[in-house]
């Protein structure tokens, strides 16, 4: 398996984005080409896929890095794994490889949600060292049906 960040949105890329996304989220609008071009090449954003050795695209995530006052920091996105291919090791070399990249950005932490219903990707977090934050997160929908 190899895991890189895209570059180009490629016919391959949408088909994959198009197979991953409604096994994360079922409300979710599907990404037009522009809208996956627009997280693809955005500063602020670096878009990881991870490739299996047959070629398929079998996980997806983003990773946002953003400098504020305190410091630059890097957010984790729509960690997605193909439902076929979780507990091979996917979802960890997507977040390893995200920290890496977390890291050569200057990041100060990288942080993620995950929903307690997640079990198997909150104890791989777990593993690799995030801890679980004392915070309250708050949300305001601006789209009724958003997850």
Not at 13 to 22: D, F, I, N, T
Not at 54 to 59: E, F, I, K, R, S
Not at 89 to 106: D, F, H, L, N
Not at 133 to 141: E, S
């Amino acid at each position: 398996m190899k895991v890189e960040i895209a570059t180009t949105v490629t016919p391959q890329l949408m088909s994959a984005v198009e197979r991953l996304v409604p096994q994360l989220s079922r409300s979710s609008p599907p990404l037009t080409v522009a809208e996956l071009e627009e997280i693809v090449t955005s500063p602020a954003t670096d878009f990881f896929v991870a490739t299996a050795d047959d070629g398929t695209l079998v996980g997806v995530a983003t990773l946002v890095t953003f400098r504020i006052p305190t410091g630059v920091r890097a957010w984790v996105e729509d960690v997605i794994v193909d439902s076929e291919t979780r507990g091979t090791g996917v979802g960890r070399a997507i977040t390893e490889a995200m920290i890496e990249r977390s890291r050569e950005m200057g990041a100060v932490t990288v942080d993620l949600t995950s929903r307690p219903s997640r079990e198997a990707a909150n104890r791989l977090y777990q593993r690799i060292g995030f801890v679980q934050r004392d915070t309250n997160v708050y949300r305001y929908t601006l789209r009724p049906n958003a997850d």
